[in-house]
């Protein structure tokens, strides 16, 4: 099915990365301090710990990690999703990034510098690598025997867009997802300093973020921060309704020690099919109009590429306009579709898969915007409205309804 980048970029809202539906410029501070419970560290101001964090000029660690990730999939998305492994398939590492956003793994981490990183996912006996070391950017996949490389990837505008998606693969380190974090947070949260913990052995102060706002799925954002060397060792993202952590990202082991130089070398295992980075974005259509098949396997979740193209007329709109701020922002996807919900439902010219992804939906609800269907995680919910519009955001049903009413 074809298509376009507005579509696709469109899908893209519907997909958690770090806390989604957070954007603001500061944070706002709540002098409390930490308590009792936990190892018996001096007592640090939330904005004495956020300024350890920024402080902190660690650039050389290894260790092990674990992430877990639970957003409460509807079966077909989960199978969208690819499922709980990391390893098969292609080497690119676009093909690993949905793979990540369900179930549980475990993923080793060295790094040296900006230069050099490296992030193994181990899935049993099959592993994914993902190893950057100067110029060159590798993805090797053990079960399929497969290598992705990219070349110098800042000496084209191709490169530049693979070398983004590597980038965001190494997101999932607990170190990322904690600057994430941060950078979101502003004056819709309220910043705390927890109990303290221990990770992987070292004592750690707990920053804990909250929305001000209510509506929001997010209960809080826990950051266990190194009391030592202010590097984060933990992530956790929970939910409003409560149970096990949305995403629970931290670090089993590490050591601050600088990594071996062959940690990062890397050679291309004999037998394995090689593909250039750059080479691969070409056939994708990067030099037709500067996007490309981005994400691929993120295309069709959570199915709005099949809703909106058996709408008739995926191309015809594709407008997004953001609503609200925050914790509470919600994005409006106006899809330009030509038929409605109804139409869908009894099979009129609409394919299969939409039809499909209907039947994994929640409830219909109703309101002054006329009718709907739900979309439900426990992180992000989107509604879909008969006249072909989409509501998404880190909010509940009732948020998405009221946007919805407001600004049909």
């Known amino acids: 099915m074809a298509t376009n980048a507005k579509t696709r970029k469109a899908a893209r809202y519907a997909v958690p990365v770090a ?57 077909l998305a989960s199978g969208l999703l690819g499922g709980g492994g990391v390893a098969g398939g292609s080497a690119n590492p676009e093909d690993k990034i949905a793979q990540l956003a369900n179930g549980s793994h475990t993923v080793r981490v060295a790094a040296d510098g900006p230069d050099r990183q490296k992030l193994t996912f181990v899935d049993g006996k099959d592993e994914y690598s993902l190893v950057h070391n100067g110029a060159d950017v590798w993805g090797y996949d053990s079960k399929a025997n497969e290598v992705w490389h990219e070349k110098n990837p800042e000496a084209a505008a191709a490169g530049k867009e693979q070398k983004k998606t590597a980038e965001r693969l190494g997101g999932a380190s607990p170190q990322q997802l904690a600057q994430d974090v941060l950078k979101a947070a502003g004056p819709t949260t309220d910043v705390s300093v927890g109990e303290t913990a221990q990770v992987a052995g070292r004592d750690a102060y707990q920053l804990v973020l909250k929305p001000k706002q209510s509506g929001s799925t997010v209960g809080s954002v826990k950051i266990a921060v190194d009391a030592k060397n202010g590097v984060p060792l933990r992530v956790q993202l929970l939910a409003a309704e409560g149970g096990k952590p949305i995403v629970d990202a931290g670090f089993t082991k590490v050591d601050f020690a600088k990594p071996s130089a062959d940690t990062f070398a890397f050679t291309a295992p004999k037998g394995a099919k090689v593909t250039e980075g750059a080479a691969e974005a070409g056939k994708e259509g990067h030099g037709k109009d500067g996007h490309g098949k981005q994400f691929k396997g993120l295309d069709s979740f959570p199915g709005l590429d099949a809703l909106t193209g058996g709408m008739g007329g995926a191309g015809k709109g594709g407008e997004t306009k953001v609503l609200g701020e925050g914790w509470a922002t919600i994005a409006r996807i106006d899809t330009g579709a030509g038929k409605s919900l109804k139409d869908i439902e009894n099979g009129k010219d609409a394919p299969k898969e939409a039809k499909q992804f209907l039947d994994s939906l929640g409830g219909k609800v109703t309101g002054t915007f006329g009718e709907g269907r739900v979309f439900k995680t426990r992180l992000v919910n989107a509604l879909i409205t008969d006249d072909g519009k989409v509501y998404v955001g880190a909010v509940t049903k009732d948020a998405l309804v009221q946007a919805a009413d407001a600004n049909k």
Do not use: C, R, Y
């Open 19 to 75: 806390v989604a539906g957070v954007a603001a410029a500061t944070v706002a501070m709540v002098p409390a301090f930490a308590n009792s419970g936990g190892p018996d560290l001096p007592k640090m101001t939330a904005q004495q710990l956020i300024e350890k964090v920024a402080a902190s000029d660690v650039q050389q660690l290894s260790g092990s990690a674990k992430i877990s990730t639970d957003l409460g999939l509807p079966k």
